[in-house]
């Protein structure tokens, strides 16, 4: 599921299941294998002086998180692997807890998966550690996987440094989830694909006082959260996080200042949004106490489950609301191999596996986020799996327009700061100008040393 495992919480994200334990599924197979061969050119190292798989018994140690439901799936996607290369024998890990500290954990002690499952804004950091194979003589070298085949603008997030990093696994593009019984009961419009900055506020401020169920008001949007809530609106207003030379913080650009207002006055002037500490009942969105929320394709399958129990439940979604362009960003799941693996070229095999259609097969059916591969089938697959959403051919328009380029390397020592530093403008107690410069200095001077 490509939910961000540092990405600041928000009201909705009680519906999102949490790290679940998993005992080891798949024996390691036999730990004495042969020397390694080229898959091609009769034993000869392939391209760039990297080694193929040619067959022999190895033993890939692959670790996975996220809910029960998405655990079951990537069994089945190894399982669908291990019938194909049944000389390849997959020690399956579970991650519980915070992955990008599981993972860093493992690599402090020497011991990392070879697979390394991760999300987009934990591949740099961990690279910086050492961590992370490049993988671009992999991917030269392979007649199957090339990187036409995925959504561009993630294949290039996959990249740092003039290195790749990574292979996608899937994408959850940030979209606008709207209640559609809110809506109906209140007489307004629901949102459409060409929803501007505008037209969202507008909606927010009718739907905020209209009474839910004849009880409680609804409240409009929720404003306030972690990057997966802000960063569209940033790219939606031409702004950005970083210099071009990915160098130095511009979070006091005058679009910054002027998306970050636009948010905080809908909590504090038009108070059509949730402030910092609000209590809501149970998962505002589902009861109908929120009307809308920004959030990745994660909520899809839990939301229809739900609305089996509760069949007056319904939703749907539009493209993320605009303004001067229609840039988004999302959350995604990545696979990358470990520097200290022993099979590289085993691990390759099992990555690209899952990468490409038939381990892709497996996600568009799960709906927990969509396909990585830009695939007519597989995203259709995506698209009419479940009953809702019906406009979920958003989540691949948004797809298309990505900015995915922004996590560096020490992404993780940036979101902490910014985090501590929006909390008074989240809260009213400090002028958003004032808070967006502070938020740079304190990084720019402590975490990326320019001063």
């Known amino acids: 599921m490509s939910t961000p495992s540092n990405g600041g919480t928000g009201v909705l994200r009680g519906a999102v299941a949490g790290h679940t334990r998993r005992e080891a599924i798949l024996a390691v197979g036999a730990l004495g294998a ?18 193929r798989y040619a067959g022999e018994s190895a033993a890939v140690v692959a670790a996975f998180g996220g809910s029960q439901a998405e655990l079951d799936m990537r069994k089945a996607q190894v399982d669908a692997f291990a019938r194909k290369f049944p000389k390849v024998a997959v020690e399956f890990q579970p991650i519980t807890g915070n992955r990008f500290q599981w993972l860093t954990t493992r690599f402090a002690g020497g011991t990392p998966p070879d697979v390394v499952y991760m999300n987009e804004q934990n591949q740099n950091p961990i690279d910086a550690q050492g961590g992370l194979v490049d ?26 440094g ?5 292979i996608p696994q899937e994408v959850s593009p940030i979209v606008l989830y709207y209640n559609v019984g809110v809506f109906q009961k209140a007489g307004v419009p629901p949102p459409t ?9 507008s909606a927010a401020l009718r739907l905020a006082r209209t009474p839910v169920d004849g009880s409680s008001a609804a409240w409009g949007f929720n404003a306030q959260g972690g990057w997966t809530r802000f960063a569209p609106f940033v790219f939606a207003n031409g702004g ?63 939301f229809n489950v739900f609305a089996k129990g509760d069949p007056s439940f319904t939703f749907d979604v539009v493209r993320h609301p605009r303004k001067k362009f229609t840039l988004g ?12 693996s022993k099979v ?46 019906k406009n979920a051919k958003v989540f691949i328009d948004q797809a298309k327009e990505l900015r995915m380029d922004w996590f560096g390397p020490k992404f993780q020592d940036i979101q902490r700061e910014f ?28 975490v990326l040393g320019v001063g």
């Open 344 to 389: 590289p070229d085993a691990t390759w095999e099992l990555i690209k596996f899952m990468c490409l259609r038939e381990g892709q097969e497996f996600v568009a059916k799960a709906t927990f986020a969509v396909p990585s591969l830009n695939d007519p089938k597989l995203l259709e697959t995506f698209t009419t799996a479940n009953p809702q959403p």
């Open 34 to 51: 042969g020397p390694l061969l080229a898959a091609c050119g009769g034993g000869q190292p392939a391209a760039e002086g990297i080694k």
């Open 162 to 166: 003039g290195r790749l990093l990574s």
């Open 240 to 302: 950005d996080m970083m210099d071009k030379e990915r160098k130095r913080m511009t979070l006091s650009s005058p679009e910054n200042r002027e998306t970050f207002q636009f948010l905080v006055d809908l909590i504090h002037r038009h108070k059509v949004a949730p402030p910092p500490g609000t209590q809501l009942p149970g998962n505002p969105f589902q009861t109908g106490a929120l009307a809308m929320d920004n959030a990745g394709a994660w909520n899809v399958a839990p």
């Open 193 to 201: 694909d060409t929803w501007t900055w505008t037209d969202l506020q």
């Open 329 to 340: 960003t999302a959350a995604t799941l990545i696979y990358g191999i470990a520097k200290p």
């Open 135 to 160: 993988l671009t003589p992999y991917v030269r070298a392979d007649k199957e996987l090339k990187p036409e085949l995925y959504f561009k603008d993630l294949w290039e997030g996959g990249k740092w």
């Open 419 to 446: 985090t501590a530093a929006f909390e008074p403008m989240w809260k009213g107690e400090k002028p958003v100008a004032d808070a967006l410069k502070d938020a740079d200095g304190r990084i720019n001077k402590t």
